[in-house]
Structure formats: structure tokens, C-alpha cells
């Protein structure tokens, strides 16, 4: 599959099959997570792969009831390393570039999962304490997005996009 491709064939799916993420599936999004930009490279990031269906009612719950998170097989939880940002670009590094480089390693692992046959949706509605309770969360790390993962049970249809217009100008 192209780049262009995977883009426009990528959906946020909320329903999924009950079959397990291989193993080598697993690797390859990690993988696509690891080879993200980041601010300085400093790769401000961490991610908990949750398989324990225990866990992922919890996370579910703290997604403020969004129980379809709970019947993925997969569901990764992408935080901001507060901590390492901080020490070099402070203020800007916590509040913007550590947001940045947990999303963008988000939509590489979601391209990626897409490779797979696998499908995914972005979850950012949480309670932030209630998410970070449930994975015991050390301080250091604020989570950012949960993102279930599986084969999917639906092919939604492309939902509608802005207009080229609405949302580039071309100067020059
Ligand atoms: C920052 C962000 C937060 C989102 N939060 C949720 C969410 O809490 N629950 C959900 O079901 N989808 C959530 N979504 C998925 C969007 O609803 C979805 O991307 C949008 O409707 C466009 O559909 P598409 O991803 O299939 O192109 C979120 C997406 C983003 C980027």
C-alpha cells in the first residue's frame, strides 16, 4: 500500500473482530512508533500496550464510558514524557512539543496498523486522573490519546473533509 493510499483508506473504526494482534503485528507498530520526528529527538514519548481485558475496561471506563475501547484486543495508551522535554525546551517543550511527538507517532502507528489489516480510532476523551489511576502512571508521563486496536467488525463509510480551500492558502 502507498502512502497516499493507506491516508485516504484510514477510518476510525469503533468495532472489532475477537482475534488477537499477532505478536509481529505488535513489533511493526512499535516500530512505526519508534521511527516518528520528534523535538531534538529527544522522542518524548511512551506507550503502554494493554492486552489484559481487565486493564482495558478500566481505561475504557476512564474514557468516560466509551466501552467499545474495552472490546479491542489491542489498546495502546500514548503519553508525553513531561519530564525529558523539560529539561531542554521547558515551558514550550511540556505544553506543545511533547503533544506533538506522542500524536505524530500515533498517526504512523495507525498508517502502520492499516498496513496490517488491522484498523484503530484516536480516543482523546478521558479523564486524565482517572486514566493515569488506572495504568498507575508515574508522574513523569501525562497520556495524550488511547488507541484500540484490532481487526475490524465495520467498514465505515469516508466521513466528509473540508474543502482544499477551507483549510490551505498558497502564498507566492
Ligand atoms: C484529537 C482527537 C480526539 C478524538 N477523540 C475521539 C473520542 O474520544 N472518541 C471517538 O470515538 N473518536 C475520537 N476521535 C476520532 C474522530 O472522531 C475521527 O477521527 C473523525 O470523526 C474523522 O473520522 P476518520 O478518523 O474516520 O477520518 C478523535 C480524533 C482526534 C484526532
Request: with cysteine; hydrophobic share 50%; net charge neutral.
Amino acid at each position: 500500500m502507498d502512502v497516499m493510499e493507506a491516508i485516504r483508506a484510514r477510518r476510525s473504526v469503533r468495532r472489532f473482530l475477537d482475534k488477537p494482534v499477532p505478536q509481529e503485528a505488535v513489533e511493526a507498530l512499535i516500530e512505526a512508533l519508534r521511527w516518528a520526528p520528534s523535538a531534538g529527538n529527544l522522542q518524548s514519548r511512551f506507550f503502554y500496550f494493554i492486552f489484559d481485558a481487565g486493564i482495558r475496561k478500566k481505561v475504557a471506563a476512564a474514557s468516560l464510558g466509551q466501552m467499545f475501547i474495552s472490546v479491542a484486543p489491542l489498546v495502546v495508551v500514548a503519553c508525553a514524557d513531561i519530564e525529558r522535554v523539560s529539561r531542554r525546551y521547558g515551558h514550550r517543550g511540556v505544553e506543545l512539543y511533547a503533544v506533538q511527538d506522542a500524536a505524530v507517532a500515533v498517526e504512523n502507528m495507525m498508517l502502520e496498523a492499516l498496513e496490517l489489516g488491522l484498523s484503530s480510532v484516536w480516543v482523546g476523551a478521558f479523564d486524565e486522573a482517572a486514566l493515569s489511576a488506572a495504568l498507575d502512571l508515574p508522574g513523569r508521563l501525562r497520556p495524550m490519546a488511547v488507541v484500540p486496536i484490532g481487526y475490524p467488525a465495520h467498514s465505515p463509510a469516508p466521513p466528509p473533509r473540508l474543502e482544499k480551500d477551507d483549510i490551505v492558502k498558497i502564498v507566492g
